[in-house]
């Protein structure tokens, strides 16, 4: 008995030296279906690293873009590992809010990232953060629809076409609309859907010098035209969906068409949560023959603020999640289909993940076809598909939004939210010292 208790008190003991020994990393990150997944997963990790425990801190989309902002900019300390986007990742490494990540392990792989994701997401050559999923943007829609419609979607359809799909589709007695597009308020969340919607209607943020454009028949033609499809066809209480609750709506059932992330459509095919999972297709995003299409460019990406005591075993989590052998463990776990899209070219071309995701030759075409130095039709001063990447933006961007919001959900018309955001924006450009 003596022995038995005494091999216990050591063994106590033991435990409490190592719990004492384990580091402990916070990790803050957003509530999209991947991250989710990731989570459960996480026990391959711990098994190869136990001697680090994680903390995860799991949030909304807007709130988590105000939290980490909050925390990085005034060196808080809350986080080891954050979940940033392609905005933020060149504006907070330049500020040297970031560390550079050179040491994810030499069968990382980093010349496999696909290169338009990784040079987004990189400075002077040095990457600062790792995608965990790139995406751009493309049409997802009901094949069933489209052909009780009597209509066929082209690869590359125009906005007009967008339209009339849309006003065919419109079932309101079963519950179907046309058309499901973001309008909750955020830089991130409509403003991202719209700005590059904008771009293929003409219309630019900024003018070579700095100008506001809001006042210019290009967003007027852009605002009317997304406020009245989404009055005709679109789900009721439009202003506050975001990405989340149009892919539950498209789940449901309960949309013709979907323009949003590629990221959403292994959640779309997937029959284990998708009613439709057998009837969709997939077309590039619209365009109206300016010569750009309203897509956008994103990674959501792991990164490691400086202020981190902990930067070894945060940067092991990193190199972990975004890594090839990350993949193959979710392809094991949950199928090929299911695997974070849009970071790394061997992917592309893998036969089995051909095979089982036939989104991934559009997915693969609209992230190439985005380019972050030309956004727009006119010339700009700036770089950014979806977003303008200034400091200033995040503020701006997230105005406007409100603005655009309450456009489409009536409490303001077209021509007052536009005249609104060219004031704001006027104000932010003036204050920032971009014009005088």
């Known amino acids: 008995m003596k022995l038995r208790t005494l091999t216990l008190g050591l063994l106590s003991a033991s435990a409490l030296a190592f719990a004492a020994h384990a580091e402990s990393i916070t990790i803050a990150t957003v509530n999209n279906g991947d991250m989710v997944r990731m989570q459960k997963l996480t026990d391959d990790f711990t098994k190869k690293n136990p001697d680090i425990q994680l903390n995860w801190v799991t949030l909304e989309e807007n709130v988590l873009r105000e939290r980490v902002t909050t925390d990085i900019a005034t060196k808080g300390g809350q986080y080891d590992v954050m979940t940033i986007g392609t ?32 040079g987004g997401l990189s400075v002077d050559g040095k990457l600062y953060a790792a995608p965990f999923y790139g995406e751009s943007s493309f049409v997802m829609y009901r ?21 009339q799909a849309a006003d065919k589709m419109t079932d309101r007695a079963n519950g179907v609309n046309g058309v499901c597009l973001r309008g909750k308020a955020g ?12 771009n293929s209607f003409g219309a630019r943020w900024f003018d070579e010098n ?20 989404m009055k005709a066809d679109g789900p009721e209480g439009a202003s506050s969906n975001g990405f989340n609750e149009n892919l539950a709506l498209f789940q449901q059932g309960k949309c013709g068409m979907w323009i949003d992330a590629t990221v959403a459509a292994s959640f779309v095919s997937d029959p284990k949560n998708s009613t439709v999972a057998d009837k969709v297709g997939y077309a590039l995003a619209p365009d109206n023959g300016l010569g750009k299409r309203g897509n956008w460019l994103w990674a959501w990406s792991l990164a490691i603020p400086a202020g981190t005591q902990k930067a070894e ?10 890594s090839k052998g990350y993949l193959d463990l979710v392809a094991a776990k949950e199928g090929w289909a299911n ?98």
Not at 147 to 160: N, S, V
Not at 210 to 229: I, R
Not at 346 to 372: G, H, R
């Open 143 to 163: 094949k069933d629809l489209m052909e009780k419609a009597g209509l066929t979607m082209p690869d590359a359809p125009t906005w007009d076409f967008i339209k």
């Open 87 to 118: 905005y933020e990742v060149p504006i907070w490494a330049k500020q040297s809010w970031l560390l550079p990540l050179d040491k994810l392990g030499d069968d990382y792989d980093t010349k496999d990232i696909i290169p338009a994701i990784a």
């Open 187 to 198: 830089w991130g969340e409509n403003m991202a859907f719209l700005t590059a919607m904008s």
């Open 339 to 436: 695997v974070p899209p849009g970071t790394r070219t061997s992917l592309y071309n893998n036969a089995e993940y051909q095979k089982a995701a036939p989104f991934a030759k559009m997915t693969l075409d609209s992230i190439n076809a985005a380019d972050p130095t030309h956004p727009t039709v006119k010339p700009v001063p700036y770089v950014g598909v979806q977003f303008v990447a200034i400091p200033e933006f995040q503020g701006l961007g997230t105005t406007v939004g409100q603005l655009f919001s309450a456009a489409l959900a009536g409490q303001s018309s077209v021509d007052d939210a536009l005249k609104q955001a060219q004031d704001a924006a006027t104000a932010a450009m003036t204050e920032g010292g971009y014009i005088k």
């Open 210 to 229: 700095w100008k506001p454009q809001f006042d210019q028949p290009e967003w007027k033609n852009t605002l009317q035209f997304y406020v009245d499809l």
């Open 313 to 322: 075993a945060a940067e092991k989590f990193v190199s972990w999640a975004t």
